[in-house]
């Protein structure tokens, strides 16, 4: 069974910075790309980063391209999106998510099967 668990949310000021970590559990992490995705309140989720199987190729949204990165460590099983420059705008609820490839496609949010719990994220102006 895959499990991801993300960790690391927190509230901070505008300005401040913050780094998420997903541990993936029940598959082969190294074989597979991961992204991030964000889910604001009363907006639909939304995608923001992501990376391929060894860290070779990273994507990110234009919102957040120079602020956020991305990255993993494959003996950790782990993924981090490392947030800096946070702005009120960036507050949600951050989801991780594992593609079904060692790369990453332009796919709908319905594509993938499976999700972490989320970590909320909340930055105050």
């Known amino acids: 069974q895959v499990q991801l668990v993300e960790s690391g949310g927190g509230l901070v000021q505008a300005g401040g910075s913050l780094r998420l970590s997903c541990v993936v559990s029940?598959?082969?992490?190294?074989?597979?790309?991961m992204g991030w995705f964000r889910q604001a309140p009363g907006k639909e989720r939304e995608f923001v980063a992501a990376i391929s199987w060894g860290g070779g190729s990273t994507y990110y949204a234009d919102s957040v391209k120079g602020r956020f990165t991305i990255s993993r460590d494959n003996a950790k099983n782990t993924v981090y999106l490392q947030m800096n420059s946070l702005k009120p705008e960036d507050t949600a609820v951050y989801y991780c998510?594992?593609?079904?490839?060692?790369?990453?496609?332009?796919?709908?949010?319905?594509?993938?099967?499976?999700w972490g719990q989320g970590t909320q994220v909340t930055v105050s102006s």
């Open positions: 029940g598959r082969t992490f190294s074989s597979y790309g």
């Open positions: 998510t594992t593609s079904e490839s060692p790369g990453w496609g332009d796919y709908p949010v319905e594509h993938y099967k499976y």
